[in-house]
């Protein structure tokens, strides 16, 4: 049973910084691609960066250049540092973990995944 614990969601004003963490427990970390993904209200999921097992990241037209995605296989963790926050970036952030040690296509297919975290809400507001 894998389990995904997200934190570092929070309150920010347009153009401020925050950084989430994902940490992994349960099963092995390094070989899945990962993923983090945002949700509001009435709205479907959203990819916005994924990572796979080696390295190769991809990121949403949305967030490119803004945020980034990195992880730590030492520690489990996946990273999403987003910085120059806009309003429109507000959401609930989800990580997720892969079925594979890459994503098939982006932005990838939920199906692609096979644990979530429970969500981190970020605000972004003046």
């Known amino acids: 049973q894998v389990q995904l614990v997200e934190s570092g969601g929070g309150l920010a004003q347009p153009g401020d910084s925050l950084r989430l963490s994902c940490t992994a427990s349960?099963?092995?970390?390094?070989?899945?691609?990962m993923a983090w993904f945002r949700q509001t209200p009435g709205k479907e999921r959203e990819c916005v960066a994924a990572?796979?097992?080696?390295?190769?990241?991809t990121y949403s037209e949305s967030t490119k250049g803004r945020f980034t995605i990195s992880r730590d296989n030492a520690k489990n963790t996946v990273y999403l540092q987003m910085n120059n926050l806009e309003p429109e970036d507000t959401a609930v952030y989800f990580c997720?973990?892969?079925?594979?040690?890459?994503?098939?296509?982006?932005?990838?297919?939920?199906?692609?995944?096979?644990?979530w975290g429970q969500g981190t809400q970020v605000t972004v507001s003046s």
């Open positions: 997720a973990r892969g079925v594979r040690p890459y994503i098939s296509s982006f932005p990838p297919p939920t199906q692609d995944f096979e644990a």
């Open positions: 349960g099963r092995p970390f390094s070989n899945r691609a």
């Open positions: 990572i796979n097992s080696i390295g190769g990241i």
